[in-house]
């Protein structure tokens, strides 16, 4: 399932991976060690979902069966996940990125996407329409700073004629 550092003190992941969608969201504290504690739970049991989030936000997207929904968390406290907003599509195996006021989500779908969605983290509705990746893929990785998004690999194609990619875009 998608995972979101909180480069302050916390690394939550939420969702399962196939064949098991799950609804449990976990958090570390990241300057101890030790196991996972429970913070909640989503909306939606899913799998191969996108995190995104802010040091106030953890926000997860996409992911089968969820399809186009975003739920969100109070990074900080725990608790189960409230209903943020929608993606522009269904989506599966997207990647997520974002600074402190803003989050994309790129490329996924059930075969290949070039789409970019994008949203204000700190109010919750709907994405928006931010642009295109240069070649369609899903399951791709994707990492962000302060000033720039980028996303790399991934896959194309469907069943067993998958085609990996090796482009990276910003």
């Known amino acids: 399932g998608g995972y979101w550092p909180n480069a ?18 976990d958090y570390v504290t990241i300057s101890t060690t030790g196991d996972a ?32 929904s975003l ?3 109070t990074t900080m406290s725990t608790g189960n ?3 943020f907003g929608d993606l522009t599509r269904s ?8 600074n402190s006021t803003r989050a994309l989500f790129g490329g996924g779908g059930t075969s290949a996407s070039t789409v970019i969605d994008y949203f204000t983290i700190a109010s919750v509705g709907n ?15 994707a990492s962000s700073s302060p000033t720039r998004a980028i996303w790399a690999g991934g896959q194309a194609g469907t ?3 998958r085609d990996n990619k090796t482009e990276i875009d910003y």
């Open 127 to 141: 994405t928006v329409d931010f642009g295109d990746l240069t070649v369609a893929r899903f399951y791709l990785g």
């Open 91 to 98: 989506n599966i195996g997207i990647g997520g990125v974002s």
């Open 8 to 25: 302050l003190s916390r690394g939550i992941w939420a969702g399962g991976s196939a064949p098991s969608d799950s609804n449990v969201i």
């Open 37 to 68: 504690t429970d913070f909640g739970d989503l909306i939606t049991a899913q799998s191969y979902n996108a995190a995104a989030g802010s040091f106030t936000r953890s926000i997860w997207g996409g992911g089968q069966p969820a399809g186009t």
């Open 81 to 83: 996940a409230a209903d």
């Open 159 to 161: 069943g067993g004629s």
């Open 71 to 73: 739920e969100y968390v």
